[in-house]
Every structure is written in structure tokens, then in C-alpha cells.
């Protein structure tokens, strides 16, 4: 079955400080690793609805989907969403190398992150990528 997100409210960005959006973003990680996924999914949801032309958003959301198993969904939110909205993001990319390595696609995952390693500069990314790489060994 495919994945749809459906979104119920269109926010101005402006409406939402750049500062909420992060401490929502965190608070839907903290949600998702008390596996309050019921939470974590409204939490990420909203601050999709909030900025839905940004990809980082749907690279959160997928990392919640990872975390519950949810590798299509995941995959879609990274593939057909943040990199859609902007294919140079290297955290969209770290985060998809991610969900390789959890799927056992191991050389797929490994060749991603290690471009991002070798070619980035996005020095976040960088270390992502550097600690999957470092705990595949």
C-alpha cells in the first residue's frame, strides 16, 4: 500500500519562527524514541504542514518511519519528497544511506555515505555519515 501524507492546514512560514519548528523537531525525536509514534507522527506532521517546501521536515519524518520499521514510507518521504524538493541535500542523503544500511543494502548504503564523506560540506552530514560508517565496522 502506498504512502500518503495528507496535509489539513497550509501555514504562512512566517507563522512559524524558524525556533518553534526546530524544538518541534526535537520534540518529535524525543517523542519517537519514547515510541510515542502517535505523537512523533501529529509532532511531524504539523512542522510539515508548516514548511512543506523545505525537505528537512520530511527528512525528520522519515527517521520516525525508520525507527517503527517503516522502510517504504520512509524511503518515500526521503526519495519523493526531500530530494524532490531539493536533490543536493546532503542530510536527505546521509538519512537515505541510513535507511539502506538498516535494510541490509550495505554497498548501496556505503557508497552514499562515503561520497558525502568524501565530496560534502555539510559538516552535519559529514559526521552522520561518518558514525553509520564507523558502527557498520
Given at each position: 500500500?502506498?504512502?500518503?501524507?495528507?496535509?489539513?492546514?497550509?501555514?504562512?512560514?512566517?507563522?512559524?519562527?524558524?525556533?518553534?519548528?526546530?524544538?518541534?523537531?526535537?520534540?518529535?525525536?524525543?517523542?519517537?524514541?519514547s515510541?510515542?509514534?502517535r505523537?512523533?507522527?501529529?509532532?511531524?506532521?504539523?512542522?510539515?504542514?508548516?514548511?512543506?517546501?523545505?525537505?528537512?521536515?520530511?527528512?525528520?519524518?522519515?527517521?520516525?518511519?525508520?525507527?517503527?520499521?517503516?522502510?517504504?514510507?520512509?524511503?518515500?518521504l526521503?526519495?519523493?519528497?526531500?530530494?524532490?524538493?531539493?536533490?543536493?541535500?546532503?542530510?536527505?542523503?546521509?538519512?537515505?544511506?541510513?535507511?539502506?544500511?538498516?535494510?541490509?543494502?550495505?554497498?548501496?548504503?556505503?557508497?552514499?555515505?562515503?561520497?558525502?564523506?568524501?565530496?560534502?560540506?555539510?559538516?552535519?552530514?559529514?559526521?552522520?555519515?561518518?558514525?553509520?560508517?564507523?558502527?557498520?565496522?
Amino acid at each position: 500500500m502506498p504512502f500518503t501524507f495528507h496535509q489539513s492546514t497550509d501555514f504562512d512560514e512566517a507563522e512559524v519562527p524558524t525556533e518553534i519548528i526546530r524544538l518541534l523537531i526535537d520534540i518529535g525525536y524525543v517523542s519517537t524514541g519514547s515510541g510515542r509514534k502517535r505523537d512523533a507522527e501529529n509532532i511531524f506532521e504539523s512542522v510539515i504542514a508548516a514548511r512543506p517546501k523545505q525537505e528537512l521536515p520530511f527528512v525528520a519524518y522519515s527517521f520516525m518511519r525508520m525507527v517503527f520499521g517503516e522502510y517504504v514510507e520512509a524511503s518515500h518521504l526521503l526519495i519523493e519528497r526531500a530530494l524532490k524538493i531539493n536533490p543536493k541535500s546532503e542530510m536527505a542523503q546521509v538519512f537515505y544511506g541510513l535507511l539502506l544500511y538498516q535494510v541490509g543494502r550495505r554497498g548501496e548504503s556505503d557508497m552514499i555515505l562515503l561520497g558525502i564523506m568524501d565530496n560534502g560540506e555539510d559538516k552535519d552530514a559529514y559526521r552522520l555519515a561518518e558514525s553509520i560508517i564507523k558502527e557498520g565496522k
